[in-house]
């Protein structure tokens, strides 16, 4: 993880000259939905140019702004059905003014998804007995399993595996349980840090799901956005063994390389593991999780740099 020490992220909340700040605002945006919007319906008309042209000859229009006009009401109305509204919550008084001379976009309020439900969006989850032959490998060694587990997965370039002792998960797991919902930043070289919203899920007894999304995205798609990563807890040799497998499955072209994806999970595993209800990141967690505003990314950011 050498390549996300530099530059340190505390740089990226205080300390910074004026001109830093403004070029941190830029990345930390969330652009506005309407605006890339618009600018989606220019692309599509200038690919469409030509034969929409021919269009407003055909019914002796004068060019593609009066054809425009005429099917003015007709578009509106595809636009109204096409659309699907997205619920967001407004956010505290207090909140909105201690954000906005943050370069960081403010955390989204508590999401109401329940934490049994997986998005649609979400791939198929599976069992460890689709990656391993359950009775043979009870026979194994623990040493053993684990360098099969590993072995099981060193081909598939964006897979991620891992192996937990039950201890620390169940610890994982009693956290997670209680704040199910939670973000994390991703340090990005010479651009700051970029905020990922995370989700557990327990879709079935021994199986547990963690889904990481774009903060961006999830605070416009909700419970519709498409993860980058997903991971998945196999629990059906935690008593046999003591260890936990873990899966996991970065999808390319997303956005997030498996080496940042390995940093979120060493970062998930920092604050869903801490024992000690005094600590900072509980307390981040406990913020987060009851929308108090006195959450601060920036505390965030801070506490994820003594990670590094």
């Given at each position: 993880m050498a390549s996300f020490r530099t530059?340190?992220?505390?740089?990226?909340?205080?300390?910074a000259a004026p001109y830093l700040r403004a070029t941190q605002r830029r990345w930390a945006q969330v652009h506005d939905v309407r605006f890339l919007a618009t600018q989606q319906s220019d692309r599509i008309i200038e690919k469409y140019k030509e034969k929409l042209a021919k269009k407003a000859q055909e019914e002796g229009l004068r060019d593609i702004n009066e054809l425009k006009e005429v099917y003015?009401?007709?578009?509106?109305?595809?636009?109204?059905?096409?659309?699907?509204?997205?619920?967001?919550?407004?956010?505290?008084?207090?909140q909105t003014t201690t954000t906005q001379s943050s370069p960081f976009p403010p955390a989204p309020p508590p999401p109401q998804v329940p934490?049994?439900?997986?998005?649609?969006?979400?791939?198929?989850?599976?069992?460890?007995?689709?990656?391993?032959?359950?009775?043979?490998?009870?026979?194994?060694?623990?040493?053993?399993?684990?360098?099969?587990?590993r072995l099981r997965h060193v081909n598939d370039p964006q897979s991620l595996c891992a192996v937990i002792p039950l201890d620390v998960y169940k610890t994982l797991e009693a956290t997670a349980k209680?704040?199910?919902?939670?973000?994390?930043?991703?340090?990005?070289?010479?651009?700051?840090?970029?905020?990922?919203?995370?989700?557990?899920?327990?879709?079935?007894?021994?199986?547990?799901?963690?889904?990481?999304?774009?903060?961006?995205?999830?605070?416009?798609?909700?419970?519709?956005?498409?993860?980058?990563?997903?991971?998945?807890?196999?629990?059906?040799?935690?008593?046999?063994?003591?260890?936990?497998?873990?899966?996991?499955?970065?999808?390319?072209?997303?956005?997030?390389?498996?080496?940042?994806?390995?940093?979120?999970?060493?970062c998930l595993q920092k604050f869903y593991g801490v024992v000690g209800e005094k600590s900072e990141r509980r307390r981040?967690?406990?913020?987060?999780?009851?929308?108090?505003?006195?959450?601060?990314?920036?505390?965030?950011?801070?506490?994820?740099?003594?990670?590094?």
């Open positions: 530059p340190a992220l505390r740089h990226v909340v205080s300390g003015k009401d007709k578009i509106q109305h595809l636009k109204k059905k096409a659309s699907i509204p997205i619920p967001l919550d407004p956010l505290p008084a207090a934490t049994q439900q997986i998005p649609p969006s979400s791939p198929g989850i599976k069992t460890l007995s689709s990656y391993l032959d359950l009775e043979k490998t009870r026979a194994l060694p623990q040493k053993e399993l684990e360098a099969i587990w209680k704040h199910p919902h939670f973000i994390l930043p991703l340090p990005k070289e010479g651009q700051g840090a970029e905020i990922h919203f995370l989700q557990w899920t327990f879709p079935a007894e021994n199986t547990v799901t963690v889904l990481f999304t774009h903060l961006a995205e999830y605070k416009l798609r909700g419970e519709y956005s498409e993860p980058h990563t997903t991971i998945t807890h196999h629990l059906e040799l935690a008593e046999d063994k003591g260890v936990v497998l873990l899966q996991g499955q970065v999808v390319e072209g997303r956005g997030v390389s498996v080496d940042e994806a390995k940093w979120l999970i060493m981040l967690l406990e913020l987060f999780g009851k929308g108090d505003p006195a959450f601060k990314v920036e505390d965030l950011v801070e506490e994820a740099e003594k990670i590094i």
